[in-house]
Nanobody, 115 residues
Framework: QVQVVESGGGLVRPGGSLKLSCSVS????????VNWYRQVPGKQRERVAT???????EYFTPEKERFTISRDNGKNMAYLQMDRLKPEDTAAYYC?????????WGQGTQVTVSS
C-alpha cells in the first residue's frame, strides 16, 4: 500500500521560513515525479513545483523565487523549502506523486502565515 505523508506545516510569521517534508512508502519513489500543490478553501488546487524523476525542476507560480523543491530518492523523501513567507502563502500544501499510469496524494499539511 502506497503512503504519502506530508509534515512540517504550522503557523509562521510573515518573512519566516518553513520546510515541508513528504515521506513516501510502498512504491518505487524514484520512478515518480514529485509535485507540491497548495489549496485555499474555495479555490482550485494549484501546483507550486515539480521535481521530475529525470532531475528536472519546474516552478509554476511566482513563488519560485522563494520556494525550493528537492528530493532524496535514497530516503524516499521530498521537500519544499519556503522562505520569506507571506500571508497569501497560507494554504493546505499537498504532496503528489505522478507517473504515466499512477498518481498518489498525501493528506496535506496546513501552512498559516500570520502575525
Amino acid at each position: 500500500q502506497v503512503q504519502v505523508v506530508e509534515s512540517g506545516g504550522g503557523l509562521v510569521r510573515p518573512g519566516g521560513s518553513l520546510k515541508l517534508s513528504c515521506s513516501v512508502s510502498g512504491t518505487i519513489f524514484a520512478a515518480f515525479a514529485v509535485n507540491w500543490y497548495r489549496q485555499v478553501p474555495g479555490k482550485q488546487r494549484e501546483r507550486v513545483a515539480t521535481f521530475r524523476h529525470n532531475g528536472e525542476v519546474e516552478y509554476f507560480t511566482p513563488e519560485k523565487e522563494r520556494f525550493t523543491i528537492s528530493r532524496d530518492n535514497g530516503k524516499n523523501m521530498a521537500y519544499l523549502q519556503m522562505d520569506r513567507l507571506k500571508p497569501e502563502d497560507t494554504a493546505a500544501y499537498y504532496c503528489n506523486l505522478r507517473s504515466l499510469y499512477r498518481e498518489y496524494w498525501g493528506q496535506g499539511t496546513q501552512v498559516t502565515v500570520s502575525s
